[in-house]
T-cell receptor, first 116, second 113 residues
């Protein structure tokens, strides 16, 4: 079965600091990888996704992520965070479930608090 | 185009009561799913459907039933609510392929006392 591990439960940064959130996955086949963001009181929104090709993926709001196949990692980065980036971030992997469909498995999430 | 809609937004139940959480999408997506979100646990898959008339269990299906009579609707039923089912429930949909992102509804916050 596939699994996703996010390294940090809670990250606190000052505005303009750089951000890197770790994500490792466990899955034996071809995967599609996602980062979702959940702002306080809101539903999940897609930040970026990787399916194939260039392992450096750029998403919305200045976020990017790098897929490193040899490390089973898909870390999220942003060079300079803003207070409005305060949210919870979820890494997810879409792998074949063996039951005729692909299932999205989420990590436990990382809360990011940005201090003005 | 409303996307994925869920009702109600909030609900309080007593232990043993039953209720149905509604989910609808207007994007003609084949795949629909239900997740529950608990603090420190991320999102866990309850049930999913790959098309009308086809449903299957996810990671945490116990205590929940689903059906899919139309492409648009995917209700989640709690037959006898328990305090352990206190959670935020999200419905999601996508095209039936691994290459498509899931779109999430706004969520239902359920409290069972």
């Amino acid at each position: 079965a596939q699994s996703v591990s996010q390294h940090n439960h809670h990250v606190i940064l000052s505005e303009a600091a750089s951000l890197e959130l770790g994500c490792n996955y466990s899955y034996g086949g071809t995967v599609n990888l996602f980062w979702y963001v959940q702002y306080p009181g809101q539903h999940l929104q897609l930040l970026l996704k990787y399916f194939s090709g260039d392992p450096l993926v750029k998403g919305i709001k200045g976020f990017e992520a790098e897929f490193i196949k040899s490390k089973f990692s898909f870390n999220l980065r942003k060079p300079s965070v803003q207070w409005s980036d305060t949210a919870e971030y979820f890494c997810a992997v879409n792998g074949y479930s063996g039951a005729g469909s692909y299932q999205l498995t989420f990590g436990k999430g990382t809360k990011l608090s940005v201090i003005p | 185009n409303a996307g994925v809609t869920q009702t109600p937004k909030f609900q309080v139940l007593k232990t043993g009561q039953s209720m149905t959480l509604q989910c609808a999408q207007d994007m003609n997506h084949e795949y629909m799913s239900w997740y529950r979100q608990d603090p420190g646990m991320g999102l866990r898959l309850i049930h999913y459907s790959v098309g009308a008339g086809i449903t299957d269990q996810g990671e945490v299906p116990n205590g929940y039933n689903v059906s899919r009579s139309t492409t648009e609707d995917f209700p989640l039923r709690l037959l006898s609510a328990a305090p352990s089912q206190t959670s935020v429930y999200f419905c999601a949909s996508r095209r039936e392929s691994s290459s498509y992102e899931q779109y999430f509804g706004p969520g239902t916050r359920l409290t069972v006392t």
